[in-house]
């Protein structure tokens, strides 16, 4: 096979692997913005693999690995990612992660080598505006899917009219995120395309989708990365062009009327008209008592307490979520439940700094530092690369600084840095690279590559596809009345190693169909799904023994047994459960209430009223330690108690609501002497 055919098909997988964020299967896969995505561009830089491997054969010295400072704080920030995997406290999940996620170790993995491939092939700028005009192609299309999820049809792609919108990627942060790179990108293309061209309008355009992404997705970290990307144009125009007096003093101009419209947003932020505008409104409104910036500073918070434990080399990737529940504050249960489980410190500073320690967040850093320091350092050259390529490595990692990595920014932030490694290095090497020509690979050989990468494509995406797929059809099915046990079978017979999410989702629907069958008096005809479910789960402590979710969801299991029958055994185990569960989130209400209910159950009843107690001392603002502590002591006829307790509660302005309010006036409106 010749060279100049292998560089077509290199060229293909590039752009297609542009169109990744595109793909959205709601009704083939459990978490359908992630999956798929995720499967298929590993399975595009396997291929990548294939014909670069057939490239180097045909010539080796052409494209050979070079390094360079920003493709040395790559590798050695992956080296680092390796290290914090196997040396974490949940490798597996570092090295796979979730269906949620997907970005474990193996598929960092493939984006370094995505890197690597795009770095080492291609150098001159034709090469890369082509590639960008493609990826602003691909770009354009999903912050027009964008526009119409926002003044078209709300609910497009499981929008379910959200006024924040996410196109195809599934959250709004994504879209933010993307939309910013795409303007850059824009931007860049269309200063050096031709004046008044086709390519140059094409760009502008591209641009002004991007722009409107950051504002539909409403990411305020991204305006920020927005406003200090600006400002590094400002400078590094007016740095390079200081001579040129007009220009100088139209952008210095341009970026005070900026600084302008954003003070008087900040002046008039409580008005109605400044309140409405995506992003600016959120933004001029941000506050940084915890009180109303939520729950983000705790997390960031957790992370450093965490990274203060393990300083080297961190928890493990994928692994802040155990950090979150033994550093978990109470507090977070005044934002509401859903604001009590953290996955991700919100933050890939603090996040790296937590699951990587020292190295990682050094070396993290470093992937900015270098292409900044090489781009600055090439400032007599082309002024629009250095300046624009610079404001956006600074926009990303502002942007970044308040949000997690996701497949879309990992694809356009290591494509960038392939992109500027590239520029450079073309200078040093270039000639070398035109007046060299490669000899033809064998057919044979080349058979023998496709067909390895062909295999491995199939065991390590096609087989997980499978999998998820078939595990989708099973939970599906559960809701139509099929034979679950059977169904599950079905699901797992595709070997995946993301069976412990399989096992997950099917017990927490399937558990669901347990309790209803119980509270139907129809134990007996679910009973080989409990089972099913109990030993599936009970793999999954094995595996992840720091999971605090699988030991609530385990117990849960195990009560609606034990009511079913009587068994006070079954009981005991559920307490063990979530004694275990208390041991390593140790504030976590959540868990205390659970304990606290199995407790009282047992007849351990001053166990149960110190659990209830504790959650009060730490923190008396949520209002449900309050009544659960309250009903407790009504129900074992000590109104009084429960009444002084409630009265305490009220001096302290707590505010009952809901299930809370109905027993509080329950417990106010009894006397000493009357029993539940």
Known sequence: MKEKYLMYVMKGLVIFSFFVPLIVLPKQFIFPFIVPKILIFRSLVLLLVGVYILLYISNRQKYKIRLTPTSSMVLLFFLSFVISTFVGVDWYRSLWDNHERMLGLFTITHYVIYYVILTSVFGEWKDWRFFMRMFLAAGSVVMFIAVWQKFVDPQALLNREATRVSATLGNAIYLSGYGLFLLFVGVLL?????????????????AALGFAGIFLGGTRGTFLGLFAGLGVVVFGYVLIFRDNTRLRHYLIGLFAVFILVIGISWIYRDANFVQNIPVVGRLVNLSFDAESSGTRLMAWGIAIDAWKEKPLFGWGPNNYYYAFNKYYRPEFLEHGWHETWFDNAH????????????????????????????????????????????????????????????????????????????????????????????????????????????????????????????????????????????????????????????????????????????????????????????????????????????HIQLSQLIQYAADKQRNVELIREAESLLEDAHKLSPQRQQVEYMLSQVKMRLGKNQEAIDLLQESITNDYKVDEGWWRLGYFYYSLGQAEIAQDLINEALQKGIVFTGQGESIVNQILNATSTNSP
């Open 190 to 206: 269309g200063v050096k395309e031709k004046k008044n061209s086709f390519w140059q309008w094409y760009s502008f355009v591209g």
């Open 347 to 550: 933050s890939a500073i603090f996040n790296t700094l937590s699951v990587q320690g020292i190295p990682g967040i050094v070396l993290y850093l470093g992937m900015f530092i270098a292409p900044l320091y090489v781009l600055w350092k090439k400032k007599k050259d082309d002024v629009h690369i250095i300046v624009l390529s610079c404001a956006f490595l600074i926009a990303h990692f502002i942007h970044n600084a308040f949000v997690f990595e996701n497949p879309t920014s990992y694809l356009y932030f290591f494509f960038f840095l392939a992109f500027i490694n590239g520029i450079i290095k073309t200078d040093r090497v270039g000639q070398q690279k035109k007046d060299s020509f490669g000899r033809t690979v064998p057919p044979f050989f080349a058979g023998v590559v496709t067909l390895l990468i062909l295999l491995f494509i199939y065991t390590t995406n096609i087989n997980p596809a499978r999998a998820n797929m078939k595990s989708f059809d099973a939970i599906q099915g559960l809701s139509y009345g099929k034979n679950p046990v059977e169904l599950y079978h079905v699901a797992v017979e595709t070997p995946s190693p993301h069976i412990d999410d399989i096992r997950n989702d099917f017990g927490r629907i399937g558990s669901q169909i347990v309790f209803q069958s119980i509270q139907k008096e129809n134990f007996d005809s679910v009973k080989p799904l409990y089972e099913l479910i109990y030993g599936e789960l009970y793999k999954n402590i094995q595996l992840h023994p720091m999971d605090i979710r699988i």
